[in-house]
C-alpha cells in the first residue's frame, strides 16, 4: 500500500511538473482594449481531430473567443499549436455613429500566439463617403482565385454596399496596386501564416469625397512592367449596371499597352457594356470601346479605362467579367517605321503576325511582348490582314524574330467549265516575302466540287518527296494532305529540287508551305508551285516522276508511316529517258499487311505495246529489283487490312546509261541456272492484261504451272519461307524464255547466279546492277558471242540475259515482238488457268 501510494504521489508530482512545463513554454495572455473593439477567435482547423486543447485556468476547451475588454491566459496542451489551430482577429470600426479612427491600420492586439492568422477589419461607412485603402510599397499585385501567393500573405477587399458584399479583388504583396478607393463599407482581411514575420498590415485608411462608382484601383507602373487584374467577382459576375475604374499611373516616356485576355459580356436589356478610356493627348476622351474590341496600345504616359455594366435580363443575365493585362514598355525604335503591305490585288487570302507559337503557345504574362500595329495605336499581339486592301504596319517589338507569319489562301472550283485550264500560281506573294518577319507557313485551300480533281505541277523545280532515306533539306517544304468530309489523306511532304512534275488528287487539297530557315527570303525569288483543276481521275493520287538520270530517287506511299487508308490506290507514272534504263527496286520484300477484305496489289506496267504487267498480290513477294526500258506505271491498291497490319509502301529508281549497261550485261554470261533461280524467288504473275480488265484487279492462281519447259524440277528447290505462294513462276521465265526463243528458237536460258538484293536501302545508291534487254541488246548485234565475264562484283544480282546477239531490230519493232511474244505465252498460261 505505500509503495501504491509513493507511486501515487510521485505521479502526481511528475503530471505537476509537466503542466508546469507546458505552461511555461506556451502560456499567452490576451486582453483587447474596450476602446479597440478587437475580438480575437482560436478555433481548431476545420477537419482536423482535436488530438490538441486550449487550457484555461485548468479548464480544457477546443476554441476560445475573446471579446473587447476581456483578460483571458491561456496554454497549448501540445507544442506545435500551429498545426492545429487558427486565429480570427476581427476589429469592427463604426464610423457611421461614431469618428473613424483613421490613419495606419496596426496588428493589434500584440503577443499573440503564432498561429495562421487573418485579421479583419470591417469597417461601417456611409455609402455617401469614400474610402480609400493606401498600401505601402511594394504594393500588391492581384491574383485569380485560387492562385497562392508565394508567401502565403494575401489580402482580400470587400465592398459593402447595403447588404450585398463585392469581392473587390485578392492581392498578394509586391506588386503595383497602390491604392483602392471604395464607397460604403470594407471588409478588408489579410491572411498570415504562422511563420510571417510581418509586423505591419502594410496600408492605411483614408477618408475620401464619393467617388460615385464601385471603385477605383490605382496602378503606379514605374518601369518594363506588366500587371494583370480583374473586374470585382471575376470569374463571377461584375454586379449590375455598376462602374468602376482603373487608373494607370506610366511616366510619360513609357508606353502602355492593353489587352483583354478573358472577358464575358452579360445580357443587357438597357444600355450597353463597354469601357471608357481617358488616353493623354487623344482628342476623343472619353474613347469608348466595346470588350471584344481590340484595346488601345502605345500609349503615352498615364491612363485610366472604366468599366460600365448595363441592365441585366431578370431571367438571363449573363456574366460581365474582365481579366485584362496592361503592359509597359520603352518607346521601340521602330515604332515609326511603317511597312505597306499590299493585298489589294490579292483574292480570298488572310495573312496573320503573331508571336512564335500562336495559337497553342500563349506566351507567360511576364515575357516581353512583340505587338504589331494597324495604325500607331491599334496594337495587338496577333494582327489579321485580309486581301483586298492596302496596309500600313508598324512593330514594337525589341526582336522581330519572335514574330511569325501564318497565310492562308482559298482556291475553289464551282464549275470545271469555268475553272478548267486555268493555271493558279501557288506561290507566296511579295508582299509577305518583303517584311521582316519570317514565314511560318502558307496554306493553300484547294476546294473541288466532286468529280473535279486537283493537279499540282512544278515544272521548273519539281519536287522531291522527303522520305527518311532522302530528307529535304531545302529552306522549305510542302505538305500535301487530301480531305474528303470523312477522311484526311496526308499525301505527304515534299520539297522543291527533286523529280515528281505532277501530282494529280482527288478531293479538296491543303497545302502548306511551311519555312525552316532564313533562306527562304532567297529561294522565295523562284517558288514554282502551280495548280489546276482538272475532270475526274481514277486514283486517290498519281504522281508523274522524271526523274534525274544521275539521282536515285525514293517514293513512298502517302499517309507514311501509318498506311494508305483501305481500298484507296496510288499510282505513279515514271518516265524514263529513251537513252536510259530505269531500275526499279521495292525497300522491303513484302508488302506487310493481311486483308481482311478485299486484296491489295502491286501492278507494274511499261507503258508500251504489248507490255507484261506484274502483278503482285499482299500475299505474295515484292518484285526484285528490275529494269525498265519504258516510261511505267507503278501502282497500288489497298484492301480492308486486318487490324494493325498496314499498307506502307517504299520504291526506289535509278538509272543507267543504256550503253554502259549493255556492255555489263554482255560481260555477264555465266553458267546456267538463272531462270531457275527466279522462278523460286520471284512471285508475281505477270501477265498482259485483256482490254476489259479492271486495271486494280491482281491475277492469282495458285494451281499454276510452276515449270518452264526443258527446265522441270528446277522449280521445285529452295524456297525459303513456305507460306510464301510462290506461283507465278512461268510468267517470269517468259520474260526471259521470250529472249532465248529470240535467239535460237529454244527455251534454253543462259542463267546466272542469283542472289536477291537484300541489303539495306542506304543513301548512296548501289552500283549499277546488270541488266537484261529486251530492246536495247540490238545494239550489240554486232556481236556474235558477247565477252566473257569480268566483273565479278555485279554476280549478286538477278539478271538474264541472251547468249548471242539479238537482232538487228530497231527499238520499235522490238518492242512489237515483245508484245506479241508475251502475248503468246500468256495466253498460253490464261489457258492453263492463270486467271481466277
Ligand atoms: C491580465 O491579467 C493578468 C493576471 O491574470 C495581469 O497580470 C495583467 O496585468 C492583466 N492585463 C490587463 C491588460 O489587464
Ligand atoms: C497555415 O497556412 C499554411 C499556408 O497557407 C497552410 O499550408 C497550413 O495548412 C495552415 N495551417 C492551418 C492549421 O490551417
Ligand atoms: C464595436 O463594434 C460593434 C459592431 O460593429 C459596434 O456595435 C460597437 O458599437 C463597437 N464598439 C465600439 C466601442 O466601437
Ligand atoms: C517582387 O517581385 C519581383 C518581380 O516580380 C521580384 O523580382 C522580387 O523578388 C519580389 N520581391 C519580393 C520581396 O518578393
Ligand atoms: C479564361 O477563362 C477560361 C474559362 O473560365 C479559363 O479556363 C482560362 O484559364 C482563363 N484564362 C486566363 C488567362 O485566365
Ligand atoms: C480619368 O482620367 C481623366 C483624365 O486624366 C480624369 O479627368 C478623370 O477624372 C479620371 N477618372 C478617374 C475615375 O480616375
Ligand atoms: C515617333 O514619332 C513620334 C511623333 O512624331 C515622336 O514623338 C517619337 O519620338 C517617335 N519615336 C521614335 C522612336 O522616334
Ligand atoms: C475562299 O477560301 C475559303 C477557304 O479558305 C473557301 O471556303 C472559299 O470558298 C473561298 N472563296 C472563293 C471565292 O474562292
Ligand atoms: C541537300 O541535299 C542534296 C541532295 O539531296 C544535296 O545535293 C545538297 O547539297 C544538300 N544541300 C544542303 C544545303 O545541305
Ligand atoms: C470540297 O469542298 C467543297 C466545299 O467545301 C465541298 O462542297 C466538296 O464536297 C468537297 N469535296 C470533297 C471531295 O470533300
Ligand atoms: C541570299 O542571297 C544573297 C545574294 O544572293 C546572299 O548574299 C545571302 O547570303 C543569301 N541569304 C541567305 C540567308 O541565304
Ligand atoms: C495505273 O494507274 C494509272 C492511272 O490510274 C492507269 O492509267 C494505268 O493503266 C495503271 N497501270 C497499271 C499497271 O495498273
Redesign the pocket.
Known sequence: MAAGRALAALLVALLAASAQLLQREASFTISPR??D?ITVMIKLRPGVSPSCQIRVKNVIRSELKIK?GENVTFTFTCSTPEKHFVMEIQK???CV??PCPFGDVHLYPLGLPRLNRTFIW?V?ASTKAGLELKFSAPWLRQIEPGEMCPDFVSYNINSCIDMATVNIGTFCRNGSVSRVKLLGGVVMSLHLPWDSPLTTSGFNIANRASIKRLCIIESILKGESSITLMSPNYPLGFPEDELMTWQFVVPSNMRASVFFHNYSLSNCERKEERVEYYIPGSLSNPEVFKLSDSQPANIAGSFNLSLQGCDQDAQNPGILRLLFQVVVQHPQIDENVTHLVDLSKEWNMTVTIHFEGWPRHIPLMSEPICLICKDPRTCDRVLTLVSGAVYEISFLCKDLSHLRITAEKGISCVDLRWCQRKIYSLSVPKAITQLPIRLHKFIWKLLAPDLVNIEITSPSLKLQQHVPEQRCNTSYSYSIASATPETELNVGIFCPGGSIEKIQMRNNITISLKTFSKGFLNESNHQDLKMSFVPHIKDECTFTVSPDPKAKVYLQTPNWPYGLPPYVSISWYILVPSKQVARLGFSKDRMGIACETGRAYVNIKEETLGAEETVCREDELLPEPRNMYHNFWVNVSNCKPVDKTQLTLQFWVTFADKQIDLGVILAVVAGAGVLAAIGLTVCCVKKKRKKNQNPMVGVYNPNVNTQVPGKQGLFTKGRKNNESHVYAVIDDAMVYGHLLKESNGSVAPEVDVYRPFDGPIGSVPPSPPPLYFRKDVKRSSNAEEPPPLTDTDHDTYTFAHQKSGQSEDNGDTNEKNNGDMSVSLLENKEQDGLVE
Do not use: L, R
Request: aromatic content about 0%; glycine content about 10%; charged content about 25%.
Open positions: 474596450t476602446a473593439n473587447p469592427n470600426i463604426d455613429s461614431g470591417d461601417k
